[in-house]
Structures are given as structure tokens and as C-alpha cells.
């Protein structure tokens, strides 16, 4: 069986993530009228089925973020090593560090997701600034990757814009950070404006994969059962 719609896992990410912030203001702003401006991304205040369904979203939106990631990393290989024939020299291992700095930044999501408790306080934080920077991280170098490799997967406006998008992460990241270590010198709410402005680029930045996923598939797993070891063998010969 050939999988012709992987594209959509993008988008089904995209889906699960914004899900998940809009379910925090639901459930913190518009469920307990909490009063603040924005209070829905870092708020600690939502009921525990809010926070439930908040976790459960961003656990999938995890998920598919990890496949996006493998994804991407397969059909870079596919298209540079199998179709154009180029040697795996630095371009390979810097598309599998990439990953790996994805992977990483996928594991600290659900950590945020199960430690909003109060008493989790410090892993929670710990959490939210390596995902944000391991995101940024691999934002930059996707972007840095994809435009380098020529001829490339994409056109290069959309080189362009994922490096606008990513610009855009990080300037509001640099802000973030300075008023975090701040919070007298600035409002809450534009705290609270920046992280929006963080996750989004991010959820933008990874739904643009699916413009090259649209001309890929993949193939589902081929299981051989063998009854002994002479029909290994021959298996292995063939």
C-alpha cells in the first residue's frame, strides 16, 4: 500500500497545536472570566478538564511534530542521495543533527503539557526555555539547510518566508527572554504576547513543510514471515 497523503501531517499538527492554545483560553479566559489580557498560554488557573484536554493536545501535536521532523530528514536523504545521486558527506549529518535537535525540542512540549502543576514549577521552566530555544534551534537550521541545498526542494519564496518567519521568532524570543528576567518593566499581557507570537511562527514554520511533502509517499512496512532458515537464505541472496 502506497501512503499518498503525508502532507497532511503537517497540518494535522498545525491543527492539534493552535488546538491547544486556543483550548487553554477557553477553559482560563472565557470558562472562569478571568479578567487578564492573554492569559491563556502561561496561565495555571485552568480547570483540571482543561488542563486534561490541554495535555492530550499537546501530546499529539508532539507526536505529529516528531513525524514531521523524521519526515523531513527522510525525504531531504530521499531526494539528494537516491534521485540526484550526491554523496552523504556534511549535508546528511547536519540533517540528522537538525532532527535530533527537533526530537529533543518535541520532548520538552509534552513535558510542559504534564508539568503545570505548581510544585512542577522549576521542571516546567526548565522545559518551556529549552523548547522554545531547541525550536528556534531548528527553525534556523531548516531554514539554513533548505536554502543552502541547491537545487532545492522549494521554491525560494518560500525559502523567504520561512526565513521571515523565523526572523520574526526571533526577535519576539529575545523579547520574551528580557522580560521574563523583567516582569516590573513590562505588562503581563505583553509577556503573555510574546509566547503567542513564538508558538505560532513555530506552528507556521512547520506547516510550510507541507508544500514539498505534497510530491512525496511513502510505502507501508513489508513484513516477510520465514519458516526456516533456508528460506532466510535464499531471501538474503535475492
Known sequence: MVLTKIWLIPIFYGF??????????????????????????????????????????????????????YLRHRQTVEYYLHRLKWESSLWRTASTVISGVGFLAAICVTI???????????IHDLADTLAFSLGLAYAWAQAILTFSLIPRMCTLKVCIFRFLIVILESAT?????????????????AIEASLWTISVCFHV????????????????????FVRSAENYENLVEE
Open 112 to 122: 510542559i503539557a504534564h508539568c503545570e502543576d505548581p510544585e512542577l514549577a522549576p
Open 16 to 69: 492539534c497545536a493552535i488546538s491547544a492554545t486556543a483550548t487553554k483560553y477557553l477553559f482560563v479566559s472565557l470558562l472562569q472570566k478571568n479578567p487578564t489580557f492573554l492569559p491563556f498560554i502561561n496561565h495555571k488557573n485552568a480547570s483540571l478538564f482543561g488542563e486534561c484536554v490541554f495535555a492530550h493536545l499537546v501530546t499529539y501535536s508532539a507526536f505529529l511534530l516528531i513525524l514531521v521532523i
Open 173 to 189: 524570543f529575545i523579547f520574551y527572554r528580557i522580560a521574563k528576567n523583567s516582569p516590573k518593566d513590562y505588562p503581563d499581557w
Open 205 to 224: 514554520f512547520i506547516i510550510t513543510f507541507f508544500i514539498e511533502l505534497r510530491f512525496s509517499y511513502l510505502h507501508s512496512p513489508k513484513v516477510i
